[in-house]
Structures are given as C-alpha cells and as structure tokens.
C-alpha cells in the first residue's frame, strides 16, 4: 500500500507513550519500546517497512503467531524450529514485555514479538505471503451480542488466504469446538482446504504432527480443568 509520494501509510497508529492521558499508568507503554529486541514496536517495524529479513538479521520462512498472551508457546516452538523467523503478534503492552523477556530467558534470537492489532498486521507482512499462521486460543466472545468479535469468522478466512504463502499452513488450537465448526464453514468456497481436525488434543493428538507443537498458557488451564482443547488445520493450497 503506497500513496503518491512513495511513504509506507499505514492503518495501525502507534501512539507514542505521552499521548496517553496518563502513561505512568502503564509503565510498559514505554518498556515495550526501549528494551529493545526481541521486543518490536508497531514504529519500528513500520519504519523498517516490513523488511523481515532486516529485522531478523537473516533470511528465513517468516512463521506468524496471532496473540501470544505470555509467549509460552511462542517461546518454545521457536526454539524447536530455529530455522525459522518466529514472529508473535500481540495487542497488549504488558504482554509483549512479558514475551519478550521470556524469549530473552530462553536465549531465543530468533524470535519477535511485535506489538500490534493482528487485524491490521497484513500491512506489514510480506505480499508473497507467510509460512505459517498460528491461532492459540483466541478471546472466545461467547456472547452472541460479541459475535462480531470473534476472529475465528469469515473476514479472518479472507485475511488468513491472503496472509498465506501457496502451501502455507494455519493451526488453530481453540477451547471452543464451536469456533473450529464456524471457522470450517465461513471458510467454504475460500481457497482453503481442511487437512484435519481435532475434538479433543489430549484424547486424540493435533491433526497434525503431536511432536511439531507445545502446550500454550490457556491450552494447560483448559486441561488443567479437564476441558477439551479443539483443532484445525488449513492449507492454502500450492496450485488453486
Ligand atoms: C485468550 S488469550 C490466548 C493467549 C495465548 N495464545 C495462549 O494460548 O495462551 C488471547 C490473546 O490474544 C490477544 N489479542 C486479542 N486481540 C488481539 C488483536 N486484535 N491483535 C493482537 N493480539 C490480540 C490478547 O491480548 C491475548 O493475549
């Protein structure tokens, strides 16, 4: 998206820490953006215009998780798969300190975690499109006057066709079998196609590789209760 004189424009505002009314209110306002990577704030990723390759250091298939609460899952997968460019969405500033001070813990260097409105993040990612897209428990809106919240709908199937590279994968992990039964059919006639599901991962394992994935933060309260966890996985196919 350019406009005539050839600056980036971009939906997504990063308001800067003194035009919130009280930013000693949220001491991570500012943490977020001066501790540096693997934290990534909205302004410093629009400034690299999504060069990923830049920001990383290295050029590597770009893997996209969206809302990554306290980087528990993040952090782990991106230290079983260190070829690739890791990269957690999150909207909420304490999160995204929080993220990024484990990735720091662990010693992951190949990880980010970028503070900005998933919705907004196409913007920013590369047009050939990601890798991987990953969805971990997203904020369930179970009321039906919320219903338009949800992300698991259709407007996120036309994102996620246009987030994906050909071949690119989405895994969702979700505490609501609803969600997974909506998202399968707002995806109709998309060009998505369902390579699996699950009902229950802890009875019978993700539909795709148990070894390719960890538990995240919600995933182990839910089986802490003994609550199902549900699963799908879609493809953009590599020919339409
Ligand atoms: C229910 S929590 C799940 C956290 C984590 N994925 C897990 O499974 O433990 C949902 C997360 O999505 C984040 N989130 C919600 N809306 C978002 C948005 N529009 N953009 C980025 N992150 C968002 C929330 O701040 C929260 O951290």
Not at 25 to 33: A, D, E, I, T
Not at 37 to 48: K, M, S, T, V
Not at 63 to 74: A, L
Request: hydrophobic residues 40%.
């Amino acid at each position: 998206m350019q406009p005539n004189d050839g600056a980036p424009r971009y939906r997504f505002v990063d308001r800067e820490p003194d035009d919130y009314p009280r930013p000693d209110l949220n001491p991570f306002l500012r943490q977020h953006r001066e501790m540096g990577p693997p934290a990534l704030p909205a302004y410093r990723a629009q400034e690299a215009g999504g060069d990923w390759d830049a920001i990383f250091g290295r050029a590597a298939p770009l893997h996209v998780e969206i809302g990554s609460g306290n980087g528990f899952w993040i952090t782990h997968m991106a230290a079983l798969h260190p070829e690739w460019n890791m990269l957690g969405v999150e909207i909420r500033f304490k999160r995204v300190v929080m993220v990024a001070k484990k990735l720091q813990t662990a010693g992951v260097s190949t990880a980010r975690i970028l503070r900005y409105d998933a919705f907004m993040v196409e913007e920013l990612l590369p047009a050939a499109g990601v890798a991987g897209l990953y969805v971990n428990h997203p904020d369930p809106w179970p009321k039906d006057r919320h219903a338009k919240n949800r992300l698991l709908a259709r407007p996120f199937g036309e994102l996620v066709t246009r987030l994906l590279e050909p071949g690119g994968r989405l895994r969702i992990k979700t505490d609501g079998g609803g969600y997974i039964d909506e998202f399968s059919e707002a995806i109709k006639g998309l060009p998505l196609r369902v390579l699996g599901e699950s009902r229950d991962i802890a009875r019978d394992g993700t539909p795709w590789p148990d070894e390719d994935d960890r538990v995240t933060n919600y995933q182990r309260k839910f089986y802490e209760k003994g609550l199902p966890v549900y699963a799908l996985w879609v493809e953009k196919p590599a020919t339409p």
